[in-house]
């Protein structure tokens, strides 16, 4: 299409400094000696962001979800960085360079418009591009720049003379790459296409272009090989039994038969039916018609156990014990990055932002990405959200099919991102499958946008292709009713005392708490008597460092599952644990105590509680869960009394309703009573008293958090001009806080005499080397592998536990910002989520160079209890 101009250029003076677009640099170039020279220039750069961008299109096999992106949309990508011809940007290359500037452009003030991606999206606008196209190349850095009010024309940009060869490079590369700007129609799409122009920079910045003396036409398809980009290959027309070893039964052959396009499907059954399998072979179903480019299994919260990606691989790769196939074609490529969890950081180069020290060189993140992955459901509801990068998960995500794992009713309180999440991901072309024991009708309806009729249960809702017009009820036969005794108690030392008595005589108990802290308190109360008693007693829960909770999974998820069998009747053990020992595993009690929690969780505990009927047990086991609760009327009155801890993890509302429906059961019949339970709870109702304020509070919110209304404010995903992008430390995507800082513990951190290198020795005393400036001391394949060994003494913690940040320049005197993201020089909202802190021979935590460590509480690590947060009193 031709340029237009939105208005003439004022006739002011041309500006003498204004530098060709073929001279400008669009980066510096650091050499092995540590040299910085003025890299490719914009010219190339955009060039090769635009090629990039058309090998990822053209990669794509799917047809439909490669239909989502228009011609033009190469050309969109490459223009993302035309605002690098400007003074400032120039002036920003010459000075990291030591080079002469430009005067009167002062390379500081960028931050105060969004850094050259704003000049971008502003030239974008001056050139009358079509809708939503600035904003698609404004926003690559993830954020939206604040240019409400500014022009591209202005003094500040380099006047009519810059913004003259502005234009002329957007004529050249629409002349070198052949087409125009895309004409996008959707909000998703322009979505779609932001999270390309993001992902395609970021290739178009690594390392097959960072020298300007090497040549780069024929990088292009390597470099998108090595992000992972490569196309996977399966077996073809497997049955259910092969990929599982097993025969399906009625409810999966049910929506495996259901699953045959794009479009939304709910399997709401009891725990222990076989949901994951069935989900994973409808999946299966769809890649092999070449409906789908690939999984994601989105887990409930990062609580979640790492067996269920064990039992990922092994759907993906085989397990000749348990006679599963593998779905991947023994030549598909991506097998080797399945083999461990941090395999894909490993063994891929994303380029720039997914490099050592980027934004995204984060499993979690990038497993959006990756063909397969298992991730949590936060990361996808971001993709419907206007949080930093928010598109290019929802680029991730596009025309694979989505799983999402255990959806409850009590997620109301984030169910308008998820009712978003649903939507777009219905126009981006996914296969969404919904798994859950407990929604109710309400809840159903609208995360599929249409009326429901159907109470029965268990129960399969589908709503095929891309426009929710068709709907199909199909009722599952529920199979085999099993009735578990309750007794509900606040008497907790009697709880201590039963659970003590029942392991001593063989059985296999869990312990549910609803905190961390509540856990690691229960497990000192209970583990040396059980020692003295000859009782295993293990914790389990998400503040332990990698390495540390892997081997502790190993041990007691092994000892509680069926690998366990033959040890069971070795001796009674008791493991205490947080809501990780509700979610996605395969685990089976013979009794369980459990503090009180919203109808919905408690029935995921007791999915835990004599799940097969095959294990072996204690004589003397009969299947009982203890929750401890408090009186109803005094909850109602002060719930954060009475609840405790557990009304800042969940609604006190919603507890209140909860214990209701619970507190004069005795005995319940599985999964018969499941659809009753989750209606009484859940059915809305008018309020009075007590309970109008909780439900209130609920809505509207209170000083510790967002209410349901404040939710949906998030759920605006319109790539508006003046939009506020939130950084991810700000997106709350549940009631209770998220675990969203990442705290690196280490025994010590020192730098060599000349400041070169830096060493960090780990908990286990092994030193870890790296560079305090220059990273090209070390190879690419070095850091990334010495980031991951650094990401595994990494515990993620949530905002009020943890430590004082300290001021960035400190982190970079160690060479962190070679391993860990920073935060973005030209968006001052953005923060760093990482916090370091030391271990002493105590496990007390210590601030780094003198800082100090927390500003009210003291922190320590123990290997046997995790991450901890001690009240000065306590000590």
């Not at 959006?368 to 996808?380: C, H, S």
């Not at 935590?845 to 009210?856: A, D, Q, S």
């Amino acid at each position: 299409m031709p340029l237009k101009r939105t208005k003439p250029i004022s006739s002011q003076q041309a500006d003498a400094t204004a530098r060709r677009f073929e001279e400008c640099p669009a980066k510096s170039f650091t050499d092995k000696r540590g040299q910085v020279h003025p890299g490719r220039t914009v010219f190339n750069h955009c060039q090769i962001v635009g090629l990039v961008a058309k090998e990822l299109i053209d990669r794509i096999s799917v047809a439909d979800l490669k239909g989502l992106f228009p011609e033009g949309t190469a050309y969109t990508a490459a223009s993302h960085d035309i605002g690098k011809v400007s003074p400032t940007f120039y002036n920003k290359i010459m000075r990291a360079c030591g080079l002469p500037l430009i005067s009167g452009a002062n390379p500081d003030l960028e931050k105060t418009w969004g850094g050259h991606a704003g000049i971008s999206q502003l030239t974008a606008k001056h050139l009358s591009a079509p809708e939503f196209v600035p904003e698609i190349i404004g926003q690559h850095h993830g954020f939206s720049p604040p240019v409400h009010g500014k022009r591209a024309g202005d003094d500040i940009f380099g006047g009519a003379a810059w913004l003259a060869e502005r234009e002329k490079l957007v004529e050249s590369l629409q002349a070198a790459l052949g087409e125009s700007w895309a004409t996008v129609t959707s909000v998703a799409q322009a979505r779609l296409l932001a999270g390309l122009t993001s992902v395609a920079d970021w290739i178009g910045s690594g390392q097959h272009f960072d020298d300007p003396e090497k040549p780069w036409e024929g990088a292009i398809a390597k470099a998108v090989d090595e992000a992972g980009f490569i196309t996977a290959t399966y077996k073809p027309a497997l049955s259910f039994e092969t990929v599982f070893g097993f025969s399906p039964r009625l409810a999966q052959s049910e929506l495996i038969d259901q699953v045959n396009c794009p479009g939304v499907y709910v399997l709401e059954a009891p725990m222990g039916l076989g949901k994951t399998e069935a989900a994973l072979y409808a999946a299966y179903r769809m890649l092999d018609s070449n409906q789908a480019s690939g999984i994601y299994f989105a887990l409930p919260t990062q609580l979640t156990s790492n067996k269920i990606f064990e039992r990922f691989n092994d759907f993906l790769q085989g397990n000749e014990t348990k006679g599963m196939a593998g779905i991947l074609a023994d030549d598909c490529a991506h097998r080797s990055f399945l083999l461990h969890g941090s395999a894909w950081l490993l063994e891929t180069d994303m380029g720039e932002e997914g490099r050592p020290g980027g934004a995204w060189f984060n499993q979690s993140k990038r497993g959006l990405l990756a063909p397969f992955a298992v991730g949590t459901i936060d990361q996808a509801l971001m993709a419907a959200m206007n949080v930093k990068h928010g598109f290019v998960r929802a680029f991730g995500l596009a025309g694979k099919v989505v799983i999402l794992d255990e959806v409850h009713t009590y997620d109301a309180y984030t169910g308008t991102l998820l009712d978003a999440l649903v939507s777009l991901l219905r126009e981006l072309h996914c296969t969404v499958i919904i798994l859950s024991a407990t929604l109710n009708q309400e809840r159903r309806q609208t995360l599929l946008g249409q009326p429901v009729s159907s109470t029965d249960y268990p129960l399969i809702t589908a709503s095929p292709g891309r426009e929710a017009v068709a709907l199909h009820e199909v009722s599952v036969p529920p199979g085999e009713s099993r009735v578990v005794n309750l007794h509900v108690t606040h008497n907790e030392a009697e709880a201590i005392e039963q659970t003590l008595i029942r392991a001593e005589m063989g059985q296999q108990v869990l312990w549910i708490e609803n905190t961390v802290k509540e856990a690691q308190q229960r497990y000192l109360d209970l583990a040396a008597r059980a020692t003295e008693l000859g009782i295993g007693c293990g914790l389990l829960h998400s503040r332990f460092t990698a390495d540390d909770r892997q081997q502790r999974e190993d041990i007691w998820v092994n000892l509680f599952g069926k690998s366990g069998w033959e040890q069971r009747q070795q001796q009674g053990r008791i493991l205490v644990g947080t809501q990780v020992l509700e979610q996605s595993l395969d685990i089976d009690a013979d009794f369980m105590v459990s503090r009180f929690a919203p109808t919905d969780m408690l029935l995921q505990r007791l999915g835990r509680l004599w799940r097969h009927d095959e294990t072996p047990r204690c004589p003397t086991a009969h299947p009982e869960a203890w929750l401890l609760a408090p009186v109803l009327e005094d909850a109602a009155e002060h719930p954060l009394q009475h609840f405790g801890a557990s009304a800042y993890v969940y609604s006190p509302y919603v507890l209140c309703r909860s214990l209701e429906v619970w507190q004069s059961l005795n005995q319940l019949r599985l999964p018969d009573d499941i659809r009753d339970l989750i209606e009484r709870t859940y059915t809305s109702r008018a309020e009075q008293g007590l309970m109008a304020r909780w439900l209130h509070e609920l809505d509207e919110g209170s000083r510790q958090r967002k209410g349901r209304n404040a939710m949906q404010q998030l759920a605006r995903i319109a790539l508006a001009e003046d939009g506020k992008t939130l950084p991810e430390s700000k997106a709350q995507t549940r009631y209770s806080e998220s675990e969203s800082y990442e705290v690196l513990l280490l025994k010590g951190l020192q730098r060599d005499r000349e400041g070169t290198m830096a060493t960090l020795t780990l908990l286990d005393g092994e030193q870890v080397q790296l560079p305090v400036r220059n990273r090209n001391l070390l190879t690419r394949a070095e850091l990334r592998q010495r980031t991951a060994k650094l990401m595994r003494q990494v515990v993620n913690v949530p905002p009020g536990d943890k430590p004082q940040s300290v001021p960035t320049d400190v982190l970079r005197h160690f060479g962190l910002q070679h391993c860990f993201y920073l935060g973005h020089p030209d968006w001052p909202d953005d923060e760093s989520m990482l916090r370091v802190a030391l271990v002493d021979s105590t496990g007390s935590l210590r601030g780094i160079e003198h800082y100090e460590i927390h500003e009210k509480h003291a922190l320590e690590y123990r290997d046997d209890l995790g991450f901890r947060v001690i009240k000065h009193q306590e000590r």
